[in-house]
């Protein structure tokens, strides 16, 4: 029901507009002053006020001026007997909604009140769209930024066309691929901007030929391989105005690594198939000397070439074991499997205490370097171990008679260097990039003789990568090498830096 305020200081006029109105239905409030007036807006809010312009303490106009700076929804009416255009002037400035000069009938007042209340309701919807409208402005502009940011940031590298073959959008990964900036891209003929070799290809893949919906194909730029998808969007009844498509999309997927996994796998496999059957081979021949009884009845002859098939046993389980260990490392890679801390300094002594005897039957000399204030690595202990076993193994093996073996540790930056060096056979600079490789053996004179299978150094890269580190090798052929592992350091000194 429509609320109505009356202030007017004459008692005639005051109850004489409360009747009209409340046999109308209108709730009605009067107040005789502004002070009145106050105190009852302070109680609640009034749909409409009839404000006399002359009161005896405060003034129409300063009440009107109140009403505002309470941002009331109340909508006002000035009722003055001394009507004239400069009071009209500054009511309107302080924002008046109508003007009834006195004396009035009921009708007039009547009409005034209808019109106000009308107003009122339209000036509510009116904010009440106006609202829902922000709200909904608001609502797409954040999913238009959600989109826009979620396809900038896609590994994939995507291109909108519209059907003039402008760009319409290009996200960060396509812009690197064209080597331009996706702002740049945007309205640029597509033509021209896939213009020279490599990317010619694909300004093909999107050209007005292929009617199909989705295409798929594969791409090569550089050397990089992709799996590039072409999706063609239409409009909402599901064909443009005359027919025609309204953009298109393409997306490229680098798949370079999957495809090389996928190739590594055979080869892996068919190394590790020799791998095994060569053992066998061997062990079977030197057991069957046993069961053809080619050297008698005797069993003692036969014992050397029962110890050698034992020994390739022995190597054929050592291989076993390692490739469980690479499997186990796959396996585990975890967010937090670079989280332990190990003493750099204590795992080197572990480990030269265990190759202490072969060293020793070599007739190597060892040193250990480990700089002072040493932090912890960010690797686990057996890791740890592992890594230093195989690269001081190796350098024994592949190091001289009397030759020399230096282990050292030292704080770089955030980071821990690990270096073990020797002054063996050195490795062929052009097999220092296989060396990694999982079976990869180096085929020379003096490594013919020295057993092994071309996995150590693979587990070791594996490890040290996972926990986010790096390996290196620096060799001269016949002079020695040296293997560096970068570890992150985990902030906590070591116990056993000096
Ligand atoms: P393995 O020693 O069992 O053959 P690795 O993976 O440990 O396997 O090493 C791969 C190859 O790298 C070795 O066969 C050898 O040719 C070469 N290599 C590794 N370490 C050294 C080293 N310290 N000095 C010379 N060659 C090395």
């Known amino acids: 029901m429509t609320s109505v305020l009356v202030i007017d200081d004459e008692y005639g006029v005051r109850s004489g507009i409360c009747q009209i109105l409340e046999l109308e239905g209108y709730t009605v409030d009067v107040a005789a002053t502004g002070r009145e007036a106050l105190a009852l807006l302070d109680q609640r809010t009034y749909d409409i006020a009839l404000i006399d312009y002359q009161l005896p303490d405060v003034d129409g106009l300063t009440l009107l001026a109140n009403l505002r700076n309470r941002k009331l929804p109340t909508m006002t009416c000035m009722i003055t007997a001394y009507a004239n255009i400069d009071t009209a002037i500054a009511a309107t400035r302080q924002g008046i909604d109508f003007f009834l000069p006195k004396p009035f009938s009921p009708d007039d007042l009547l009409g005034v009140i209808e019109t106000l209340s009308r107003h009122k309701q339209l000036k509510e919807e009116a904010e009440k769209l106006r609202k829902e409208n922000e709200a909904s402005l608001r609502a797409l502009a ?25 760009i319409v959008l290009a996200n960060q990964a396509m812009a690197a691929l064209i080597g331009r900036e996706s702002s740049a891209l945007v309205r640029m003929p597509v033509d021209a901007a896939l213009a020279t070799e490599p990317l010619a290809g694909l300004a093909g893949l999107l050209s007005e030929e292929s009617r199909s919906e989705r295409r798929l194909s594969e791409v090569t730029l550089g ?11 239409h409009g909402d009844d599901g064909r443009g105005d005359d027919g025609a498509a309204l953009g298109r999309v393409l997306t490229l997927a680098d798949v370079t690594d999957m495809r090389r996994m996928a190739m590594e796998k055979p080869r892996f496999i068919r190394t590790m198939v020799h791998e095994f059957r060569s053992p066998l081979g061997a062990i079977r021949s030197l057991i069957e000397v046993a069961t053809e009884k080619s050297l008698g009845n005797d069993l003692g002859p036969y014992l050397p070439f029962l110890e050698r098939a034992d020994r390739r046993i022995d190597r054929m389980v050592e291989l ?5 260990s690479l499997s186990r490392i796959d396996l585990e890679r975890g967010p937090d499997v670079g989280e332990t801390a190990t003493d750099v300094g204590a795992g080197i002594g572990a480990t030269l205490d265990l190759y202490r005897e072969r060293i020793a039957a070599r007739q190597i000399e060892a040193a250990v370097d480990i700089g002072a204030d040493l932090p912890r690595a960010r690797i686990g202990e057996e890791d740890l171990k592992t890594v230093l076993g195989n690269l001081v193994g190796n350098a024994i093996k592949y190091g001289r008679e009397g030759g020399s073996l230096r282990v050292s540790a030292r704080a770089a930056d955030d980071s821990i260097v690990v270096e073990v ?9 052009e097999n220092l990039p296989n060396l990694f490789q999982e079976f990869f053996r180096e085929k020379r004179a003096e490594t013919r003789d020295i057993d092994g299978n071309g996995l150590g150094l693979a587990i070791v890269k594996r ?10 090798v620096e060799s001269t052929l016949g002079v020695g090498s040296a293997f560096r592992v970068v570890l992150g350091a985990a902030g906590e000194p070591s116990q056993s830096a000096a």
């Not at 076993?320 to 469980?324: D, R």
């Open 421 to 429: 060096a020797d002054s063996g056979i050195g490795i062929e600079p």
């Open 320 to 324: 076993i074991g390692e490739l469980l």
């Open 463 to 472: 490890l040290v990568e996972r926990v986010g580190g790096t390996i290196q």
């Open 223 to 233: 050397d990089r391989v992709f799996f590039a998808r072409v999706a063609t969007f």
């Open 142 to 166: 954040t999913e238009k930024s959600q989109t826009a940011s979620l396809v900038a940031s896609l590994r994939d590298a995507v291109l909108v066309i519209n059907r003039e073959r402008e």
